[in-house]
T-cell receptor, first 115, second 109 residues
Framework: NAGVTQTPKFQVLKTGQSMTLQCAQD?????MYWYRQDPGMGLRLIYY???????DKGEVPNGYNVSRLNKREFSLRLESAAPSQTSVYFC??????????????FGDGTRLSIL | LAKTTQPISMDSYEGQEVNITCSHN???????ITWYQQFPSQGPRFIIQ???TKVTNEVASLFIPADRKSSTLSLPRVSLSDTAVYYC??????????FGDGTTLTVKP
């Protein structure tokens, strides 16, 4: 039972390079999220997708794009990487309960360094 | 989005009960309170969620007073493996909740 799978686990990029972080969940969840976590800090929401075909900006969307490819997959793209985007990126998913999203399930993160 | 305030860090000893309080003064009527735990190099993990009064599961208890402007996560008889960062979130109906910086709990032998 994989849960939320993120690839790659580690990546080093040069400034200006582009990259797509992949995320897939096998729990049939409707909602998916992308967060970034800088050292010693909490998670900040980058983008959110309530369902297939919909996306919404979070707290820190600048410099990122997302694609909700299907119900299972939600990718995060850095078009022109900058050193300020060095961080650990977490993907999460949750189902939608009657009144609110159910608790989120997280992947193990992608550690991204931009030189 | 409702903002939460938690202590930055707490220390405890094995076997003690730990209470972490979270302030959320502008919580809305339909918001729930959710707590997550995060170990180093891992994603956060759900601990407990509640709306009002008291909720208990096999891991923790959550106490929420009538005005819901704060909540307290209670961890009974902590062990070294409970050393982690604990996040309090106010979860609105739309699902876009905000993680603060959390509380770093250090359990000492």
């Amino acid at each position: 039972n994989a849960g939320v799978t993120q690839t790659p686990k580690f990546q080093v990029l040069k400034t200006g390079q582009s990259m797509t972080l992949q995320c897939a969940q096998d729990m049939n969840h409707n909602s998916m999220y992308w967060y970034r976590q800088d050292p010693g800090m909490g998670l900040r929401l980058i983008y959110y997708s309530a369902s297939e075909g919909t996306t919404d900006k979070g707290e820190v969307p600048n410099g990122y794009n997302v694609s909700r490819l299907n119900k299972r997959e939600f990718s995060l793209r850095l078009e022109s990487a900058a050193p300020s985007q060095t961080s650990v990126y977490f993907c999460a998913s949750s189902s939608m309960g009657q009144l609110l999203d159910q608790p989120q399930h997280f992947g193990d993160g992608t550690r991204l360094s931009i030189l | 989005l409702a903002k939460t305030t938690q202590p930055i860090s707490m220390d405890s000893y094995e076997g003690q009960e730990v209470n972490i309080t979270c302030s959320h003064n502008n919580i809305a009527t339909n918001d729930y309170i959710t707590w997550y735990q995060q170990f180093p190099s891992q994603g956060p993990r759900f601990i407990i969620q509640g709306y009002k009064t008291k909720v208990t599961n096999e891991v923790a208890s959550l106490f929420i007073p009538a005005d819901r402007k704060s909540s307290t996560l209670s961890l009974p008889r902590v062990s070294l493996s409970d050393t982690a960062v604990y996040y309090c979130l106010v979860v609105p109906n739309a699902g876009k909740s905000t993680f603060g910086d959390g509380t770093t709990l250090t359990v000492k032998p």
